[in-house]
């Protein structure tokens, strides 16, 4: 759980890590951190590092190709070796007709 927190907040802020190290390669001399950031387009970064954040979250939400009435079975031994977890499709009870 703390990867995925730490995965959307190198999101957000990676926009804000390309405008420190663009202004870094940019000027003749480093005009430190604090100087930077007051001169930053707080606002800007802060739209782009949300749009890549959810963009990230929407695209690997789309990559699991689980459906909610998927079944997990975690891993296992099998014959001596390891099974890897997986998903299977639950299959749905059939009305009796009568």
């Known amino acids: 759980m703390i990867r995925i927190v730490l995965e959307n907040i190198f999101f957000f802020l990676l926009p804000t890590l390309f405008y420190i190290a663009w202004v870094a390669f940019r000027e003749q001399e480093w005009p430190g951190l604090s100087a930077i ?26 990559r699991s190709h689980n459906a909610p009435q998927d079944v997990y079975v975690p891993q296992s031994m099998q014959d001596g070796k390891l099974e890897p977890g997986r998903s299977i499709r639950a299959t749905e009870p ?4 009568k």
């Open 37 to 62: 950031m007051r001169q930053a387009p707080l606002l800007r970064l802060f739209i782009a590092g949300a749009a890549l954040m959810l963009a990230t979250l929407v695209l690997f939400s789309t």
């Open 94 to 97: 059939t009305p009796d007709k």
